[in-house]
């Protein structure tokens, strides 16, 4: 079965502060496709990025950065210099095996981001 | 440039009965999804749909019905509310399937059943 783990329910850090949002997965397949994205307080669903199951090189976007680690089946998300901005519930996602049945994605319980000014 | 457009954004209904969510895509995106999300959790799959004509079910598919009559419109009914499916609704489109394809989210749907 597949399962994503955001242990972090809640953080809250001071503006400009750097911080890390937790990301673990579980699945059987060998293929598969992790995902991020942001929900902010006016309840719209954000992408973010994906990522595949070959591609462990970890990706920068301005001050948007993933870890991702098959090892340790974690995919973690860092915001460098937070901004108020940044303030929101930020779901980590994974791909399902279509053969399985069911298709889409398997989210996690999200974790929401406050950024204090 | 609408995406992925649902209404209505707020229904408040009583115990029994039915309504349908609309949600429509100009994307030409073939697959479609509809997504329930509670308070303090991850989205869960209800309904998804391949194409026109094609439908399936996802992890939580019951008191729930859907259609896909052409390729742009997914609606989702429920027939006999109850309070358990208070919760925000979001339908989401994609041009491949779920494995790799990014999904694209309506601004979502409140409904609370009283």
């Given at each position: 079965a597949q399962k994503v783990t955001q242990a972090q329910t809640e953080i809250s850090v001071v503006e400009k502060e750097d911080v890390t949002l937790d990301c673990v997965y579980e699945?059987?397949?060998?293929?598969?496709?992790?995902?991020?994205?942001?929900?902010?307080?006016?309840?719209?669903?954000?992408?973010?990025?994906?990522?595949?199951?070959?591609d462990e090189q970890n990706e920068i976007s301005g001050r948007y950065s993933w870890n991702f680690q098959k090892s340790t089946?974690?995919?973690?998300?860092?915001?460098?210099?937070?901004?108020?901005?940044?303030?929101?519930?930020?779901?980590?996602?994974?791909g399902f095996n279509p053969g399985g049945g069911a298709d889409g994605l398997t989210f996690g319980k999200g974790t929401h981001l406050i950024i204090q000014p | 440039n609408a995406g992925v457009t649902q209404t209505p954004k707020f229904r408040i209904l009583k115990i029994g009965q039915s309504m349908t969510l609309q949600c429509t895509?100009?994307?030409?995106?073939?697959?479609?999804?509809?997504?329930?999300?509670?308070?303090?959790?991850?989205?869960?799959?209800?309904?998804?749909?391949?194409?026109?004509?094609?439908?399936?079910?996802?992890?939580?598919?019951?008191?729930?019905?859907?259609?896909?009559?052409?390729?742009e419109d997914f609606p989702l009914r429920l027939e006999l509310a109850a309070p358990s499916q208070t919760s925000v609704y979001f339908c989401?489109?994609?041009?491949?399937?779920?494995?790799?394809?990014?999904?694209?989210?309506?601004e979502g749907s409140r409904l609370t059943v009283l």
């Open positions: 699945t059987r397949d060998t293929t598969y496709y992790l995902f991020w994205y942001k929900q902010p307080p006016s309840g719209e669903l954000v992408f973010l990025i994906r990522r595949n199951s070959f089946s974690s995919f973690n998300f860092t915001i460098t210099a937070s901004q108020v901005v940044d303030s929101a519930v930020y779901f980590c996602a994974l | 895509q100009d994307m030409n995106h073939n697959y479609m999804y509809w997504y329930r999300q509670d308070p303090g959790m991850g989205l869960k799959l209800i309904y998804y749909s391949v194409g026109a004509g094609i439908t399936d079910k996802g992890e939580v598919p019951n008191g729930y019905n859907v259609s896909r009559s052409t390729t989401a489109s994609s041009h491949t399937r779920g494995l790799g394809g990014e999904l694209f989210f309506g």
